[in-house]
Every structure is written in structure tokens, then in C-alpha cells.
């Protein structure tokens, strides 16, 4: 709706608000260690609120834009937040506040360098998200993924060293192949890098193969950050080695920048009529199904904790891919919204794993008997979002099932259907062990005979800075309240449905 | 006729005129040399600032040296292009004079000073005068007088490996640069002319000959070789890491670069159009040496363990893709490799003048001894890391906006080949800058390797720095300043 | 027939090739200036022999001379810049080949270049040998 697009700073200062906490590290002296935390977290949380506040415009159909400078005249770099860029920036602004908070209490050492760069990273990935078209895109994509190499590595053990150079080996090839693709788009796009509502590209002006070219390596450069089949070898170690907010953010936020790269690609680039026309659709769809069962056969298999995670995380991110590769209303409906639901998941999950790292040592599920005595509450909310991953109502899990199931009737391919039942009894397997272990069995439990089992009381509320416990709390509440009124203003349905309902009218 | 038409010849006599007075001041106030090396350029470059703006689009300043009309006269010719590695030049010339005052001191000896900054002022006004010249013979002369300086300059230290080093440099360089006045007589011997302009009109009226063939080659391999083109570069890095790191910092941001500008004007301004067929070979030979040189340049600049050296083969690699930028024949890709000269310029200057730092501070070449130099040298290093992002072509910096256009050249000629290269070329800087990067901030180093390291390097160094590496990222984002008028420019060139 | 009415210029080009070959193949470096100057010797010829007229006066516009018959004083003029260029560039090579001789005792190229250097002063030298 480019009529009712306005200039506003607006943007522009969400997207530096973050930098307050750079601001504050710099300006506060060592001593005044916990005001210049909490400023850190002030930054976030002011980004989150000033965003909000251009709910009711979005909603009223305005866009928002501001050009930030520019190379030639259709070359240029513009913020500008439409109702896509909205949804997308709300979610991660949320989780990247509640993350800086859960971060305060949890990150021990190396504080400035830590919530620096969560800082810089929060900015960039908002800039990812408003960017108004895909020269924009990229520039914050990359500095996004420099930046966010030095969360991965903070522990800077060997372990997260290694992870750190995979994710740096994967990410300078995507980068690179990204590239490549941007310049075609733009020299076979006749110059024209914006996102349009029906796409820009066009095969008037390119050939077939040439679109298809640059399709692939659209996707390939984006695939590798969300994790689809072949390119997720980075996703099993870097979550793992990361601190736990930073995996939270990792999987809620960063590869969901790849998602939402594919989104703009299929939704504003080439549009789905040229995606059907030129039938390269399928493979994403395949190669999403594949993703989808794959990772979740070797989630099975882990026993670390954050690495099952990470391994249900690339699956779950190619239900977004195979919801767009559906190309059918409630394909695309499901997919878009399953950006914030395996967001609000997932970020509880690896929070809640943080909590069991840091107040029990424990890594490895085998480890966890008896853990939801200690920890009710993580536990708990652990529960609520694993039953919500595999699609349990009433949750959000449930809700994008249900939604790419019906995409799937829609796009008369109910192939999907058994996909998404395999995928689902694939998650129960691997999760309701974890809920088990902690709850139903305790340490000492497999010696035979030993009349003793050291069941531990249980005890509420006193179980873990409130610093973390909050923020668990908080997703683990909203992956029930979505799940239930899903098309409350300002949640993910009232948002996506304006836009799918555009492209399939 | 305004006092402005006048600048350029005095950007370039100036910083001539200082090296000559230099030594009678080195005679009576030694200490007061670095300072007074300082007015020439600071000249030079107020003067660069002074004339932009005021030369029309499309158009040229024409200069005529003690006011004889061309063809007969030397005529400095300046337009955009120019005038913009003109700039950049005299910037990048007069930080690096800024960070020598205190560098030198460390590694040459206090008799060779003043000649340092006598070379030093040789260099810089023949680098401008190289740029602006219209007349190929003079163009010759600049080149001269620009060699034996950056020769001296090499050895200036007199250690034996700086001497084995720059002659190596002589020996290589002496040789292209009588291929080159070979190639003016062959060009003076069909045109009777000197004139670049006039040489171009006559050229388009003769056509092609065999002679103009050979000359064009001559060119090529005698350019080439002071630019550093691949099978050519056997001298570079060598002389560009024993050399001082200002002088470092010269040889591989400016010299190489203004050599390779140096061809574009034979090629565009003198060969022009109208002998397409006749470039058209040898540039296809130039592109794949260019490619050969990204490839080669970019994995010896893994291999390697100095500092220095590793970042002269990166210098190798991306004269490869500044050639591959001109090779391309869009004005997409000469718009492309202008700006990486500036960029490329800037960047590498920064690195040099970084290791430079190193070396000052501790005496450390090696890649291995930086590990955790973060710690000691923050400012140091921060501006490492920014100028190498612009070395690896990460937006927001310069680098990026320059590899966009060599690349979008590229596709435009159809060369997929070379996009590849690029590409992978860029993969490649990522590895070896990168790992530096991750050395410094990533690892600890021993402790006992940076204890006794005063803070960082004195200011007086660090802005010279940190000018070179904020430059890059100012050029990143505000591009749109040169873009478009280097497309036009580029675009009229051709 | 051109070739012979052009022999100054085949004499040129021969020297030049004399000279590059000089300085490519020989390993003195003291031979190798020499292969230089050569090649400087030539092209200087080669300016000379273009401006060169049969029976030529000096280009002089004084009395009664024909400037029909007037030798082209251009290249004269250009080869007199170009000898000091060439003087200059023989004189600093060839101090640093004092230079050279006094610190590494040889004047063979291979084993100049080949020289292992101390540790200290880093890698630099990768053997890539003389030009």
C-alpha cells in the first residue's frame, strides 16, 4: 500500500535505540556494574516499547519509511516498516528483550562484550526487518552475522571456538552466494531491488533459467541460516556452545532472519505467480519435507539437551518454508505465523535449559532425572512449550498445524498432511522423554532393589533468580494465550492475515 | 580565467618544491623536517578540496605548462576521474606522513631522515603528477621519478633484506619502465604526436597497425608490472613488507593503484574506442592474468605467517580485481574498480599503518604473536578489524559498494567466469582477514607477550589510523557522493 | 626491402632483446645493470633514428637554414630527459649493489636471493629468485 506511506524517523530510532546500552557500557564506570546491566536491558525494552507504538498505524494500513542513504537512485538504503516487517520486528524485539533480561542474570563473565554485541545484533536484525528492499536486507543481514559470531563463541571453550568457526565458514559462503544472487536480482530485475506486494521480477525482462538462477541461490544464501537440510551443519553447534540466550535468540530470531529472507524472496521478489510459473516451489518443498523428518530423526538421537533443541529448531523453521512452498492461503497463513510461534517455543525452551545448566551443571537429558522437583516451574513451562511443539491444543504449536494441514488440502497435496503427522510423533518422541526424565523418574531410580529412591521435595518459587524464571514464565503464558485467541490485535493472525489475504485474495 | 585553473599544477609542484627545499632545512633544523614535510601536501590536498565542484560534468581542466598550447606543450589534464585519485592521493599521502614522524624513529636510522621525507615529498608530487598528466612522455617522466623514490624508499633502512628487496624491485621495475618508453616511441613514431588527446584523434584516424599492437602490449607488460599484474607481481611482496609501513602503506594503497589508473587512461584515452579490436586481445589476457591473480594472491595470502606479507599478497589479489573491473568494458565495472582504488587504497593503507603499529609497539610481525592483542592495542586493532571488513567487501564499507560494481560489470559483459572469481575472491579475504581478526580478539595470548606494552600506540599514530579506517566506512555509506559521477565518467570513457 | 631501409630500427630492437636477455638470463647483477643499459642504449637509439634525417641540419632557426632539412629536435629532446632518468636509476641500482655486496659478499643473484635471512626478520623471502 505505497499510498499511504509516510516518512518517519520512527524506524530509525528503533533500530538505534539498542545502542543505549553500547552508550551505557562506554559511559558508566566499572563499579556501577548492575546500573549499566539494567540499562542494557532499558535499551531493549525502549525498542520493544516505541515499536509497539506503531501498532494502531500499521494496522490502519500505513507504511513507514526513511531513507538512510543510497548509492545510485534505485540503489539505496530505506527502512520501511509495512505490516511483514511489523510482524516480524514485534516478535523478535520481544524475545530479544526478554533474552536481555534472562541475560543480566545469567552471563557471569565478559558482560560488556556480551550485551555489546546482543545489542548491535538486535539493531542490525531490526534493520533486517525493516528494510524496505533487499540491498537493505543484506547489509544488516551480514552485519547481523558478524555480529552475532561473538555470542556464539562467548563461553570461548573449544567446543564453542569450533562452533564458532563452522558458523563462520557457513555464513561467509552463504554471504557470499547471497551476494551473487542480490546482483542478479538487481541486473536482471531491470535495477529494481524493492519488495513489491505481487513481486518485482518478472520473466518479461529475464530469462527462465536466469530467474531460476537466481532463485537458487536466493535460497541457498538464505537456507543456510535457516537451516534447510543441507545446509544446517553450523545450527547443531552453535547452539549448544552458545550461552542460552543467546541459543534462545539464536533459533527464535537469527535463523528466523533466514526464514524471513525466503519470506520477502517468495512473498515481494519473484511473487507467487512466477514461483508457479517457474516450478521451483517444489524443490523447496522438498527439500522442507525432507528437513522436517530428517532433523527430527536425529533430534532422537542426542542426548544433549541444547542439541536436541537446535536439531527440532531446523525442523520446525522448514514448516515456514514448506508452509510458503504450499502456495496456497493457508500454507502461506501458517508458515508466516509459525515465525513467532516456534519463536515464543523455542526461545522458552533454551531459556528453560539455561536454567537447568546453570542451577543443576546438568547438559545432558539422561542427566535430568529428577530435575522437576528442583525446578518446578522451568520445568513446567518446559512441558507446556514441548506440548505445544508437537501440536498439542490448546497452543500456538496447534494452531500452525492445523493451518498448514489446511494449506495442504488447499493445495489439493495431502502428502503434506502425513509429513506433518510424522513430524509431530517424531517431536512427541523425542520430547515427552525429556518431560518424563524430569518429573517421573529421580536419581538412584535405575539401581534395582534399593528400597531408598532420593526423591527430591518439591519446592516452588525459590528456585532461580527471578531474572530468569520471569521470562520463562512469560513465554511459556503466551504460548497458551496465543494458541487460544490468536486474532487479538497485534497478535501474529490479526497481522499475517492482512498480508497473506493480499497475495491470495 | 580564475586563479583556481592554476590548482593542479600546483598540487603537483608543490610537494616537488618541499623535496627540494628539504634537505637545506634538514641542514640547519633537522628536528623541525617532519613538520615542514607536512605544508606541501597539506597544500596539495587543500587545493584538491578547493577544485572540487568547480570542473563540469563531462568536462576536463586543461593546464598548459608554461603556457604553450598543446600538442607542443605539456598539458596537465584533470577531470573527475582524476581529480578524484588526485584526493585521494594527497590524503592518503598525507596521513601516512602524519603516522611516520613517530614510526621512523624506530626503524631508520636517525642520518636517513631527512631523506626519508625528501623521497617521501618525491613520491607524493610524482604520484599527483602521474595522475594529472596529459602528455605521455611526461607521463613517463612522473613514472620515473616515482620509481627511483619508492626504490630508495624501500631500502631506505639499509638492512640487508630492505636492499636485496628493493633491488629485486629495480630490477623488475627498470626493465617495464623502458617497455613503456619503448611504447611512447612506438606511439610517437606512427603519431609524430604527445598529446594524449591528440594522440587518441590520431589513433582513431590511422586504425589499427601492428605498431600500435606492440606499443599497447608494451604498455600493458611495463604498467603491469608496477601495478603488480600477477605473473608480474614477483616484486611486491617483498618490497611492500620490508619496506617502512607508511612506505608499505604508499607502495600497496596508491602506487600499484595509480599504475593501474595509468592504464585505464592509455587504454580508454589513448587507445580509445575506435581500436577495440586491437585492446580487445591483449584485455582478455589481462583478465585472465587479473583472475589468476585473485586466486594466487588470495591463498598465498592464507600461507602465510608475517603480517606484512600476508597482506601484500592480498595486495597481489586485488590489483586482480581492480584489472578485472576494467577488463570488463561496462562502465559498471570501471566504475567498480575506480572506487576499489579508493577503497583498496584506504583499507590497505589502514592494515599496513596497523602492522606498522604492531611493529612499533613490540616488534611483532608474525601473525601468531598478535593473539590477544586486543587487550593492549583496542584502538589498534578495532581499526584492523574495520578495515579489513572493507578488505573482505562486508557491507557497510567501502569494499562492498566497489565489489557490487565489479561484479554487476561483470554480469553485464557476461563474464560468469570472472564473477566466480570475484566471488570466490572475497571468500578467500574473508579466511585470511578473519583469522587475524580472530587472533587478536578471540584468543588469549601469553601473558608475558603483552605486559609491558604501554597502552597503545601514541596518538600521533592512531588518527592517522583511524582516518584511513573511519574512511572506509564513510565511503561505504555515503557512496552516492562518487557513485554517480564515476558511472557517468565511466560511461563516457567508454 | 623495409626491413633494410628500416635497419636502424631492426638494430634497435636487437639490442633491446640483447638486453632483456641480459638481464633475464645472467646472474652477476653487475651484468645485469649492464643488460639494462643496453636496453636503455636501444630505445634512446631507436628515438634518435625517428627524428634522424639523411644529411640533416640541426633544427636551429638561425641564418639561412632549410627547416624542410631539419633533423626532428622531439626525440632529441625526450632522450636527453630520458639519459638522466636512465643515469639516476643506474646509479642508485648500483649502490645498492655496493650495498649488497658489502652485507651478503656475492654478487650472484641465485645466492642473494636464495639467502636464508635470521629468523628474526620474519619470512619474508619466499625464494621466488630473480626476476
Known sequence: ?505 | MGAWRHFPIFMITLPLLGAVLMPFLGYLRERWVPYAALLPLAASTLLGFLLVGRIPAGDHLSYHLGGWEPPFGIEIRVDHVGLFLMLVVCAITLLALVYSRRYIEKEVSPGRRTAYYVLYLLMSGAMLGFTATGDIFNLFVFMEILALSSYALVAITGNRNAVRAAFKYVLMGAPSSIMVLLAVGFLYSVTGTLNMADLASRIAESGYTEVLVVSYILFVIGFGVKAALFPLHMWLPDAHSIAPSPISALLSGLLVEVCAFALVRITFSVFTRSATDLVGGTADAVGVAAAAAVLYGGIMAITQKDLKVMIAYSTVSHIGYIFLGITAFTAEGLTGAMYHMLDHGLAKACLFLCAGNFIYLKGYRRIEELRGAWRQMPWTCFAFALASISVIGIPPTAGFISKWYLILGNIRAGKWLYTIVLLSGSILAAVYCLRIIYYMFFQAGKEEAWEDASRDVPPGMLVPVWALSLGTLFFGVFSYLLIPSLLKASAYLL | MRLLHNYHYAAAMALFCIGLYTVIVRRNIIKKLIGLNIMETSVFFFYISLGYLDGGVAPIHAGSADPARMVNPIPQALILTGIVVALSVTALALSMVILLYRQYGTLDVDRLMREEEPAAEGAAGEGEGGA
Open chain 1, 1 to 505: 500500500m505505497p499510498d499511504k506511506s509516510t516518512f518517519s524517523v520512527i524506524p530509525l530510532i528503533v533500530i538505534l535505540l539498542p545502542w543505549i546500552s553500547l552508550l551505557a557500557i562506554l559511559a558508566f564506570p566499572k563499579k556501577a556494574e548492575r546500573l549499566r546491566l539494567w540499562l542494557c536491558a532499558l535499551g531493549s525494552l525502549a525498542s520493544f516499547g516505541l515499536l509497539f507504538s506503531l501498532l494502531p498505524g500499521i494496522l490502519d494500513g500505513k507504511t513507514y519509511t526513511i531513507k538512510l542513504a543510497s548509492v545510485v537512485e534505485s540503489l539505496e538504503m530505506r527502512l520501511t516498516v509495512d505490516t511483514l516487517g511489523f510482524y516480524f520486528a514485534l516478535i523478535l524485539a520481544f524475545l530479544w528483550m526478554l533474552a536481555t533480561i534472562y541475560s543480566i542474570s545469567y552471563i557471569d563473565h565478559k558482560h560488556n562484550r556480551f550485551f555489546a554485541f546482543m545489542a548491535m545484533c538486535e539493531s542490525f536484525i531490526l534493520g533486517c526487518a525493516f528494510s524496505a528492499n533487499m540491498f537493505t536486507y543484506f547489509i544488516f543481514y551480514e552485519m547481523m552475522t558478524f555480529g552475532s559470531y561473538p555470542l556464539i563463541i562467548h563461553e570461548e571453550t573449544t567446543i564453542a571456538r569450533r562452533a564458532g568457526y563452522k558458523y563462520l565458514v557457513y555464513a561467509v559462503a552463504a554471504g557470499t552466494v547471497l551476494f551473487f544472487a542480490i546482483v542478479a536480482h538487481y541486473f536482471w530485475g531491470n535495477g529494481e531491488l524493492g519488495f513489491g506486494s505481487y513481486g518485482v521480477l518478472s520473466l518479461e525482462f529475464a530469462s527462465r533459467a536466469a530467474l531460476t538462477t537466481i532463485f537458487f541461490t536466493y535460497l541457498a544464501g538464505f537456507g543456510v541460516k535457516a537451516a534447510i537440510m543441507p545446509l544446517h551443519g553450523w545450527v547443531p553447534d552453535a547452539h549448544p556452545a552458545a550461552p542460552s540466550p543467546a541459543s534462545a535468540l539464536l533459533s527464535g530470531v537469527i535463523l528466523k532472519a533466514g526464514a524471513f529472507g525466503i519470506i520477502r524472496v517468495c512473498f515481494n521478489v519473484f511473487g507467487t505467480d512466477l514461483l508457479r510459473e517457474l516450478g521451483v516451489y517444489v524443490v523447496m518443498a522438498v527439500l522442507a519435507c525432507i528437513t522436517i523428518v530428517v532433523a527430527s530423526v536425529f533430534a532422537l538421537t542426542q542426548d544433549n539437551l541444547k542439541r536436541r533443541l537446535a536439531y527440532s529448531s531446523i525442523g520446525q523453521v522448514s514448516y515456514i518454508i514448506l508452509g510458503l512452498a504450499m502456495l496456497a492461503h493457508d500454507g502461506a497463513l501458517g508458515g508466516v505465523m509459525h515465525l513467532t510461534h516456534h519463536a515464543l517455543m523455542k526461545g522458552c525452551l533454551f531459556l528453560c535449559a539455561g536454567v537447568i545448566l546453570v542451577k543443576t551443571g546438568k547438559k545432558n537429558i539422561s542427566e535430568m532425572a529428577g530435575v522437576g522437583y528442583q525446578l518446578p516451574i522451568t520445568m513446567i513451562c518446559f512441558s507446556v512449550c514441548a506440548l505445544a511443539m508437537m501440536g498439542t491444543p490448546p497452543s500456538v504449536g496447534f494452531i500452525t498445524k492445523w493451518l498448514l494441514g489446511s494449506g495442504a488440502l488447499q493445495a489439493s497435496l495431502p502428502v503434506y498432511i502425513i509429513i506433518l503427522l510424522v513430524s509431530a510423533l517424531l517431536n512427541a518422541a523425542y520430547f515427552l522423554p525429556i518431560i518424563y526424565i524430569a518429573f517421573f523418574r529421580w536419581e538412584g531410580d535405575e539401581v534395582e532393589g534399593h528400597g531408598e529412591t532420593h526423591r527430591p521435595k518439591l519446592v516452588f518459587g525459590k528456585e532461580a533468580d527471578h531474572k530468569l524464571v520471569v521470562p520463562i514464565v512469560i513465554l511459556a503464558l503466551l504460548v497458551v494465550v496465543v494458541g487460544i485467541w490468536s486474532n487479538v490485535t497485534g497478535f501474529p493472525y490479526s497481522l499475517v492475515s492482512r498480508v497473506v489475504n493480499v497475495i491470495f485474495p
